[in-house]
Structures are given as structure tokens and as C-alpha cells.
């Protein structure tokens, strides 16, 4: 770690002296030989223990792929990887929906710093969630929040993709079908929290704002991404809907047994994200992907928020906003922050440089931008534990590639 310290130092020091005498800074280019057996090893050795059943990696820099890699199989004890699988992304979902509010705000046709009731009126009379003398929330005997006082701040919009809304999550099995029966839950829920006072992870936030996009473009939510992100990008894979033929490709989702060997973790029939069905398009973790279309998106996202043909998609100020940290040290302490919709490195003690940002879904995909290096690097999995934040094969891929770069 103090290695790494005095490296991401050094190379900070680099960046500023090129700031500082107008010397575009290009960072360094990848050791592809390096790269392929980093990854690999830390692959195979996942494999070999039965902490992976299969994996799918793209490492794209300076406009072309370097690395595309396909690890394992499909299922456990099935055919290996072909390469054009389809992963229930989780939450990798929320960055594509922080984007398409973005386009919203770019557009003119919301304000991302007024108020959500503004949009939607029933969230004006919001009460906070009631807590006990230790600082726990009070729940009934269905698990449900108490409310308490009357909440004193209004919920801007923005803090819904910066999880600092202080709305809570759509409970699994619990008779939400569609994005509007998720939205009238979620009206009749306290709030965590004061909005804006402090960070708390939250996936029903990003219902709201998928309600909200579809009010103001007049297009359901996912016609408005397939219109907006997904076809201008070409991921014709990348769906809340897979149908029959994108369901065949779906990969397994591992699970570890006892003795360590990997094997396949039943999922309900026809949910893409635990026992959500399909039809509930869920703005924070309903999507399904492959690693070539999610890197088209990530590409778009290296590129400013340019797709290939050069067509800006968002301007570049609204852009910036994207992946400018929107909670500070006092609510979230350390070396990441919340932007929107993405986490973003503020900190030079971090195995990727600060400035960079992605984000990781619970069932073990990942992803992240390094625009110093100009990477962008799509991890693909299904796993129903090593997932989210701190998964280890997350951090073991970002910790590859850096060492490729001689990062560390």
C-alpha cells in the first residue's frame, strides 16, 4: 500500500507539472503482454478454487481494444464462454439511467436541481423515517419503516442518482410489476434521511428518476434509452426485456459450495434481478447487458459523452457534471465519492488515478473509466456473492491492468 502511495504520488506530481507548463499529459500505454498474463493468472486462479465459474474482460485504450478475453464457462460444468453472453448487470444499470437524465437536464426538459416534486407532486409531503435510541430505523411487523417527523428539506432531483435523496429500496416479492407501482411505493415510504445530509445506498432513487424521464420525454423508460443511448451506441444486446433467444444466452449465476467447488445458483423463471419480474423495469438494477455492448457505453462516456460517429449525446458541460462528486468528506470520508450515478476517485491513494469513475453491479461486473490513461475496462460475471463494491475480482482486475501500465 505505501508502494502504491508513492507511485500514484509520483504520477500526480507528473500530471501537475504538465499542467503547469501547458504539456498535454498522455499517459502511459499499456504493456499488453504484461496485461494478458496478469489477467489470466488471477482468472484461472479464481477458476481453479471455484471462486469463478467464468468471466468475460475488455480492456480498451486510445481507441482500440487491448485485451478481449473470455475465462471459464457459460455454466458450471457446461460449454466455455463463446463470448457474446448476456449478464444481469444489477447496478451497473444506474449509470445508464444517471446518463439519460442528464440528456433530460441537457435538453432543457427538466432541472436536475429543482425540486422532484416539481415532477412528481406526490413527493412534496415527504416524513422521515421514525429511529430508535440508538439510531436503527423502527420497522412493523412487515418490515416497513415507522415514520416519523416531517421531513424539512425538499429532494432535489440530482440527489436521486447521488444516493444523498434519502429515499429508500422497492422491496423483491412484494407485488411491484411495473416502474409506476415501484414509484407509489416508494410515495407512501419515509425517507432514511434528511435529503442531502447524508449518502445512503439506495436503488428505488433511480425509479424516481426513470419516472421522471418518462414524463417529461412522453416515451416509457426503456423506449427512451433504446431511442436515446442504446441505439445511437449500437447495443442491440442491452435490454430489461431479454427475449428468447437473448434468454439462451444468458450466463449461469455461480454459487460456491462448501467444498469449494462452483456450481449454478437457481434464479427465478423470468426475473433478470432477484424476483423482480421483467415487466418491472428497474431503473437501478434491471438491465441486462454483454461486455462488447457495455463498453460501447463506456467508450461513449471515455469519449466526453460522444458516440463513434462524433454526435455528442450530452454537451460537454453537462457532462462534466456526470463525474464531478456531488458528496464531500463530512457524509462520505475517504478516496471515493458519489457523482452521478458512478463512484469517482478523489484520492492519489487508490489503485486507479483520481479523476477516474465506474461502477460495480451485485452479481460481480464491473467497470470503470481512467481518463489520465485513457482506459475504459468492462468486467463481466454472474455470481450471487463476490459482487458489488470490494468484489476481489474487481479490485484484482483494476490492480492488472494498473501493474500493466507499471501503475504499481
Not at 30 to 58: C, K, M, P
Not at 79 to 87: M, P, Q, R
Not at 151 to 171: E, F, R
Not at 212 to 230: C, D, P, T
Request: contains cysteine; charged residues 20%; proline residues 4%.
Amino acid at each position: 500500500m505505501v508502494l502504491l502511495r508513492i507511485k500514484a504520488l509520483a504520477a500526480a506530481a507528473v500530471m501537475f507539472f504538465c499542467s503547469l507548463f501547458g504539456i498535454e499529459y498522455r499517459g502511459r500505454a499499456l504493456d499488453l503482454n504484461r496485461l494478458e498474463s496478469g489477467v489470466s493468472a488471477s482468472q484461472n486462479a479464481r477458476l481453479e478454487n471455484g471462486a469463478l465459474t467464468g468471466a468475460q474482460i475488455i480492456v480498451y485504450q486510445n481507441s482500440e481494444k487491448k485485451l478481449s478475453a473470455v475465462y471459464g464457462l457459460k455454466n458450471a460444468g457446461g460449454k466455455a464462454l463463446a463470448g457474446d453472453e448476456i449478464y444481469r448487470i444489477a447496478s451497473m444499470t444506474k449509470p445508464v439511467t444517471a446518463f439519460a437524465l442528464l440528456m433530460e437536464y441537457d435538453r432543457g426538459n427538466i432541472d436536475i436541481y429543482a425540486d422532484v416534486s416539481d415532477y412528481l407532486p406526490a413527493f412534496s409531503d415527504m416524513y422521515l423515517a421514525k429511529r430508535s435510541d440508538d439510531g436503527s430505523i423502527l420497522r412493523d411487523e412487515k418490515g416497513r419503516a415507522l415514520k416519523g417527523g416531517k421531513a424539512k428539506t425538499p429532494i432535489k432531483v440530482y440527489q436521486l442518482v447521488s444516493h444523498t435523496s434519502g429515499v429508500g429500496d422497492v422491496p423483491g416479492a412484494g407485488g411491484i410489476t411495473t416502474l409506476d407501482s415501484a414509484v407509489e411505493y416508494l410515495e407512501s415510504q419515509p425517507l432514511c434521511f434528511e435529503p442531502g445530509t447524508a449518502q445512503e445506498y439506495s436503488t428505488g432513487a433511480f425509479d424516481l428518476a426513470a419516472k421522471i424521464i418518462e414524463n417529461s420525454s412522453g416515451l416509457e423508460f426503456e423506449e427512451y434509452l433504446r431511442q436515446n443511448i442504446f441505439t445511437p451506441l449500437g447495443m442491440t444486446d442491452t435490454t430489461f426485456e431479454p427475449d428468447e433467444a437473448q434468454w439462451a444466452r444468458v450466463a449461469g449465476m455461480h454459487n460456491r459450495g462448501g467444498d469449494g467447488r462452483a456450481f449454478d445458483e437457481p434464479t427465478v423463471p423470468g426475473c433478470v434481478f432477484g424476483d423482480y419480474p421483467v415487466s418491472y423495469h428497474a431503473a437501478g438494477a434491471g438491465l441486462v447487458s454483454t461486455a462488447e455492448d457495455y463498453l460501447k457505453f463506456a467508450v461513449m462516456l471515455l469519449d466526453g459523452g460522444a458516440a463513434p460517429d462524433g454526435t455528442r449525446l450530452v454537451s460537454e458541460k453537462s457532462f462534466r457534471l456526470f463525474i464531478t462528486p456531488v458528496t464531500d468528506n463530512k457524509i462520505m470520508p475517504g478516496n471515493t465519492k458519489w457523482g452521478l450515478g458512478v463512484r469517482v476517485i478523489t484520492g492519489y491513494d487508490h489503485t486507479l488515478p483520481k479523476g477516474s469513475y465506474g461502477w460495480s453491479g451485485a452479481y460481480g461486473t464491473h467497470f470503470w473509466i481512467d481518463p489520465v490513461n485513457r482506459i475504459a475496462a468492462v468486467y463481466m460475471k454472474n455470481s450471487v456473492f463476490d459482487g458489488g463494491a470490494g468484489c476481489m475480482t474487481g479490485e484484482e482486475f483494476e490492480k492488472d491492468v494498473m501493474k500493466s501500465l507499471g501503475w504499481f
